[in-house]
């Protein structure tokens, strides 16, 4: 049990100090995604995913694309 509770502390640390960006540039998503820079690009020019007015990535639609199966892209 003391096992899991230093486990949950370090999580807990480690995520105050590294607070998740509210907004990715297009190479962080690619990596959160597991795609290529390539793929990011086309899913912007698919609608799928959309930059905001400083040409970054909201947090949000990255979580949604992990949580669902991304489109097939034959641009």
Same mark, same amino acid.
């Given at each position: 049990?003391?096992? $899991?509770?230093?486990? *949950? /502390? !370090?999580?807990? &640390? ?25 793929? $990011?690009?086309?899913? *912007? /020019? !698919?609608?799928? &995913? ?26």
């Amino acid at each position: 049990m003391a096992e $899991i509770d230093i486990a *949950l /502390r !370090a999580i807990q &640390l480690y995520s105050d100090m590294h607070p998740r960006p509210t907004h990715l540039t297009q190479v962080q998503a690619a990596e959160m995604l597991g795609v290529h820079r390539n793929t $990011i690009s086309k899913l *912007l /020019r !698919a609608g799928v &995913l959309r930059l905001n007015q400083c040409g970054l990535i909201p947090i949000e639609l990255i979580d949604l694309a992990r949580s669902t199966k991304l489109p097939p892209l034959d641009c």
